[in-house]
């Protein structure tokens, strides 16, 4: 593969742009093009709460707007992700439904078929660029303990095809040690990070956001790394206010694992988006003080 | 009814049921009736403890018919949809799906829903996403914009007014 | 001249309630060459069947046709009925307007009348062609043979053995006991189980009917019911038994010694390359691991084999090699047990994370007074005091993804482990069951969980999610009780999981090399769920224990008694009476070309060297339809079911 069409939904690319412009840095260097499509929109998974059809019909739209170009997708939010990938595998497995919404396709010119690929970041690194061939694009390897957190949406549910194992899943600590990091057993890995809940019951949400940072540094963590700009925004941006809601103070660095990438392969910071990372990333030997 | 529950005299709710069964069957999925109430998806609920979301009870409450007391109920709106219930659900059930199940036939009946969520639709209803591109701070409390990191803008629907319509009509729609 | 009798059975309102009795009647009638027709509410019941004879002989009928049910069950029934009468037992045909029909058309009364219309007309269309045949006689092997040395195996050979038949026993470990060897008490009584075990396994070794293959495996097995050939192979132990006294001088000095991973213990202990599985192992004969022995595998162990050495008998023999060993016997017990399922099939459980996250056969070891830990509980990573137990129950059973079924003991295993921490641990351990419901289904096991309620036990009745292993090693969980409605943290010290029971990993191959089928489940399939518990779909061959389905103690033995009369009631027999309903050969148009030979999976048909024609060995043949449908001259013929016959069932209704 070398075009991949970029379907960043809604939180990408409208605050979490450290993320957009790592990817946008990173991936050209390991041989992939990526092809900005007009006319997509929403995934539709944030409306699910309000009505499933709204969820459907949305995934399928930017499905078929890639169909159209004849791009297969890479969604780096795992939000989006399990939405295209459930809209695609419900669609799969329920003709009726499928034709109901391809009429309603038909009313912005559009046809769903089903004939393409999505990706995430995740598989895309580990299964399709492959491990061996980042690894020669490592030039300072990091030295750091790195716990690695998925997000739920990414791994779950089993029974649609997701990017890793739901109970076990090793690529994010796979590519950390690419990188030269390591990253010993994070026993919160699989647990949630309270986004979901953030616009209508905050103070439990930074409640989960908190937790699982502190047992980051009772593990001794130098980091803590995602691949989910929801659950990066709720670590770093948020992490203070989660401090408050837990009580005490947290100090861990979170990065983007596209950053870590980045920087292991020698990029200049500043391209990576660095500077919007609110959390103490500085702590790291690997991040240089004045970007 | 052979049945009422005494403490509300609510009787089970035989067409609230059939919705919620209707969107699992959509989505291929298995209706409440298998579940035999185990506990495991309440033991692992990351909304539990904080919020007392108790997925079994809403998968036993779905299953005999007492809906009304759940649609009435702000906990529908504390799950977190971590998929943990559905993922290790050893009747292979998903009470989040039901419990979106429910939360959508709470609006569709009118129920008030938090502002939070509504302005997301309407965002999306107007422009595609669910907010528009945000002026963010920096490590040095300096405000950026796509535009001044460099970005290209942001994709949106060519004819708006069209998604809007088509989203109006699929709300409608029972799927299926 | 044809003159056939239709006898229509209401079976109650099964099909009275749904076909319309009278029109079946009236149109049977004016069928050609039907001088008869009549019905009766239960056609197999004694004055059912006189309505049958006495129309026999009234009306001189030469065909009948029965329309009732599956002729699974009765077609035995009514062919002897026309016998009694005077006609050829093969006279008879079926139609089935019950499961066919009536059951599944329940809410279409008038369509099921028509379809029972066409059924019974094709029936009656193929009557007209039966011919009566003659069963010959075949000679019958009086010896059994019985494959898995469980508490099942053991009790069917020693059933058969004690009325005078000769019985090979094949097992493949080299010892016989099976899984009840590794348990320490059994439910509900609690007695000891190598107590009640090893006398049964000495019973096997002394008695003078039963030759005891230890250590060996089925491969191949062919014939038919009362003549089976079987070959079993014999895997070299690389010991001679018939010098080896059993002293265990070897397994003292073995340089393996306390390196090899023992399944007998589970995994919990360490045993020698060269071992036996237990102490009370039967026969007591040491046995060579081939794949641990350093002599075996690199040809060199030190200086010299130390094994070899100390062995005053001069036992060890690096060279002995595999045997071949052909048996002939008339029945086939099969008794091959279960396997646990790997835990790890629910990783969120974290068997993978502790070693003191255990199964409860793991547990069965731990606290067996023989165990690796000589039933001294300790917890497994560090040998600290355990103060908490924790056991999970329904792990991977009543699972949609893993096990559908229940395993059925393993309720009754954690109470008794709960009773026998009690006992060893006295008051200050604490134990927590996690179940969701408590099955205590079996003849004092309700009793038994009452001393468990009555005690110190904590029964939460809920599922955890996850079981997490702190870094220092501790385990907690999370569960809900759905009973008091709380969540509760429960930290303990071992967790003992009780995993599905699951069929043994080969049971596919040794289905195929029985021929016996295998359920959805993957446990082999019994011919009916009520009424033939032991018997398989493969004549002559039966099943035990928990081979058919997970099961306790008692169930397993009753079973295995009953596979053993069953098969009594085969090899007892001089003679068995053979199908007739065989494959035929039309002389005429066999060009011998030998594709049936290839095809027929009983090494029934064989080429006549002299005339060139694919013969049937009437013996042999089962009648299964293998080469009639490969025979591509149409030569091969199922007798009273021709191509012709069939074609005018089908004209019939088309
Ligand atoms: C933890 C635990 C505790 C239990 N406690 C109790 C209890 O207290 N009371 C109770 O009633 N029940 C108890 N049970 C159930 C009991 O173990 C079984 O009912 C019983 O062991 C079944 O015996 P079996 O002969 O059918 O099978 P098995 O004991 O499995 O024997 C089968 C034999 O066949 C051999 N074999 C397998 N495949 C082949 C092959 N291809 N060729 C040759 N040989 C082969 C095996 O090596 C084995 O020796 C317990 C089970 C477990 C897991
Ligand atoms: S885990 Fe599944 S079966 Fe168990 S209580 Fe929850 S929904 Fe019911
Ligand atoms: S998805 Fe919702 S209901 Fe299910 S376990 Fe997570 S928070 Fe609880």
Request: glycine share 8%; net charge negative; aromatic share 6%.
């Amino acid at each position: 593969m070398d075009k991949i069409g970029l379907y960043l939904g809604c939180l990408i690319p409208t605050e979490q742009y450290a993320y957009e412009m790592a990817l946008r840095e990173v991936l050209p260097d390991l041989g992939i093009e990526l092809v900005d499509v007009e006319g997509v929109a929403c995934c539709g998974a944030p409306l699910r709460h309000i009505n499933l059809s709204l969820t459907m019909y949305l995934s399928a739209r930017n499905m078929a707007i890639f169909e159209k170009e004849g791009l297969d997708i890479l969604a780096p939010c795992p939000y989006c992700h399990q939405a295209l990938s459930e809209a695609k595998h419900v669609m799969e497995n329920n003709p009726a439904l499928k034709a109901k919404i391809n009429s309603n396709l038909e009313t912005e010119g559009l046809t769903y078929k089903g004939t393409i690929k999505h990706y995430h970041v995740l598989d895309l690194l580990h299964d399709v660029i492959g491990i061996d061939n980042i690894k020669e694009h490592v030039e300072e390897p990091l030295d750091a303990n790195i716990a690695a957190h998925y997000g739920c949406h990414l791994i779950r549910p089993n029974d649609i095809p997701r990017p890793d194992d739901s109970e076990n899943p090793q690529k994010l600590e796979t590519l950390l040690k690419t990188i030269g990091a390591k990253s010993d057993y994070y026993k919160e890995k699989l647990d949630c990070c309270g986004a979901h809940i953030m616009v209508n019951e905050s103070e439990s949400a930074l409640t989960k956001t908190g937790q699982k940072l502190q047992a980051v540094e009772e593990q001794g963590f130098d980091a803590l790394t995602t691949l989910c700009p929801w659950g990066h925004r709720m670590f770093d941006a948020k992490q203070e206010d989660a401090a408050k809601v837990v009580g005490g103070s947290i100090d861990v660095p979170v990065l983007y694992y596209l950053q870590l990438l980045g920087i292991a392969m020698g990029k200049d910071q500043n391209t990576l988006g660095l500077t919007l990372n609110l959390s103490p990333t500085d702590k790291l030997s690997f991040i240089e003080e004045e970007i | 009814m052979s049945i009422i529950d005494l403490t509300s005299m609510a009787e089970p709710e035989g067409e609230q049921q059939d919705k919620i069964n209707e969107i699992l069957k959509t989505l291929k999925e298995d209706i409440p009736n298998d579940c035999y109430q185990c506990g495991k998806c309440t033991s692992g609920c990351e909304a539990f403890i904080l919020l007392e979301l108790e997925p079994h009870k809403v998968m036993a409450l779905s299953k005999s018919g007492f809906i009304d007391e759940l649609l009435n109920s702000d906990v529908i709106w504390t799950c977190v949809t971590c998929l943990k219930c559905k993922e290790r659900c050893p009747q292979d059930l998903a009470p989040v799906d039901v419990i979106f199940a429910l939360k959508n036939i709470a609006v569709a009946s009118g129920k008030q829903i938090d502002t939070g969520i509504s302005n997301m639709l309407q965002s999306v209803l107007g422009s595609g996403y669910i907010q528009q591109p945000k002026e963010v701070v920096d490590k040095d409390n300096k405000a950026v914009t796509r535009d001044s990191l460099g970005l290209p803008s942001l994709p949106a629907p060519k004819e708006i007014q069209k998604l809007q319509q088509v989203l109006m009509k699929a709300a409608t729609e029972t799927l299926g | 001249m044809v003159k056939i009798g239709v006898f229509i059975c209401h079976c109650g309102t099964n099909i009275g309630g749904v076909v319309d009795i009278d029109e079946l009647v009236e149109f049977s009638s004016r069928l050609d060459d039907v001088v008869f027709a009549t019905d009766y509410k239960y056609m197999c019941s004694d004055p059912g069947a006189r309505v049958i004879k006495e129309a026999i002989e009234e009306h001189e009928l030469t065909r009948v046709v029965v329309t009732s049910c599956s002729p699974r069950m009765h077609e035995p029934t009514f062919q002897s009925v026309i016998e009694d009468a005077g006609l050829n037992r093969f006279c008879l045909e079926m139609a089935n307007i019950r499961e066919h029909c009536s059951w599944v058309h329940k809410d279409k009364k008038e369509e099921a009348t028509q379809k029972a219309k066409e059924l019974v007309a094709m029936a009656v269309r193929k009557s007209k062609t039966l011919e009566p045949l003659k069963s010959f006689q075949k000679e019958v092997v009086h010896d059994a043979l019985v494959i898995g040395a469980g508490i099942a195996g053991i009790q069917a050979s020693l059933d058969l053995a004690e009325a005078g038949k000769k019985v090979y026993l094949v097992e493949r470990e080299p010892s016989i006991g099976g899984r009840m060897a590794q348990l320490d008490k059994t439910f509900p009584t609690l007695d000891c189980s190598s107590c009640i075990l090893t006398p049964k396994m000495m019973d096997v070794a002394r008695h003078p009917n039963i030759e005891l293959l230890t250590y060996s495996e089925v491969t191949e097995v062919d014939g038919s019911v009362g003549d089976f050939d079987v070959k079993v192979k014999r895997k070299p132990a690389y010991v001679d038994w018939d010098k080896c006294n059993g002293c265990g001088e070897c397994a003292q000095v073995c340089r393996m010694k306390g390196r090899v991973e023992d399944e007998f213990n589970e995994g919990l202990g360490k045993r020698s390359a060269i071992y036996v599985p237990f102490q009370q192992a039967v026969p007591l004969k040491y046995t060579i691991d081939p794949n641990k022995c350093l002599m075996l595998l690199s040809g060199r162990c030190g200086e010299s084999p130390p094994c070899q050495d100390v062995c005053e008998l001069g036992a060890i023999d690096y060279e002995q090699e595999e045997e071949m060993m052909e048996l002939n016997v008339g029945s086939i017990i099969v008794a091959t047990g279960y396997d646990m399922m790997d835990p790890n099939g629910m990783y969120e459980y974290g068997y993978d994370h502790s070693p003191d996250i255990i199964t409860n056969l793991e547990f069965e070891r731990l606290i067996s007074s023989s165990g690796p830990t000589s039933g001294e509980i300790r917890r497994i990573s560090d040998g600290e005091e355990v103060k908490s137990v924790s056991f999970i129950l329904c792990v991977g059973s009543r699972d949609q993804d893993l096990q559908e079924y229940c395993c059925r003991i393993g309720c009754m295993s954690a109470l008794k482990h709960a009773y026998l921490l009690r006992d060893h641990l006295g008051d200050e351990v604490d134990l927590n069951i996690c179940y969701t419901d408590i099955r205590s289904f079996g003849k004092g096991y309700e009793e038994f969980y009452r001393r468990i309620r009555d005690g110190n036990t904590t029964l939460i009745r809920g599922r955890p999610s996850e079981i997490n292993v702190e870094k220092d090693g501790s385990i907690n969980f999370n569960v809900f009780d759905t009973m008091t409605q709380k969540l509760l943290q429960v930290n303990s010290d071992l967790v003992v999981l009780v995993p599905a029971l699951v069929p043994r990993k080969d049971s596919g191959e040794l289905s195929q090399i029985l021929r016996i089928s295998e359920g959805t489940d993957g446990f082999f399939l019994e011919s009916h769920p009520k009424l033939k518990p032991a018997d398989t779909a493969t004549d002559g061959v039966f099943i035990a224990g928990c081979c058919q389905g997970p099961k306790d103690i008692p169930d397993a033995v009753a079973q295995a008694s009953g596979a053993a009369s069953k098969a009594m009631g085969i090899i007892s027999r001089e003679e068995l009476e053979s199908d007739p309903m065989i494959a035929w050969v039309d002389e005429d148009i066999c060009v011998g070309c030998g594709v049936c030979i290839d095809v027929c999976p009983y090494s029934a048909r064989e080429l006549n060297e002299v005339t060139g024609i694919a013969e049937v060995d009437e013996i042999l043949c089962t009648g299964c339809g293998g080469c009639i449908a490969a025979c591509p001259s149409n030569a091969c013929i199922h007798k009273n079911m021709t191509k012709q016959q069939i074609l005018r069932m089908i004209d019939e209704v088309i």
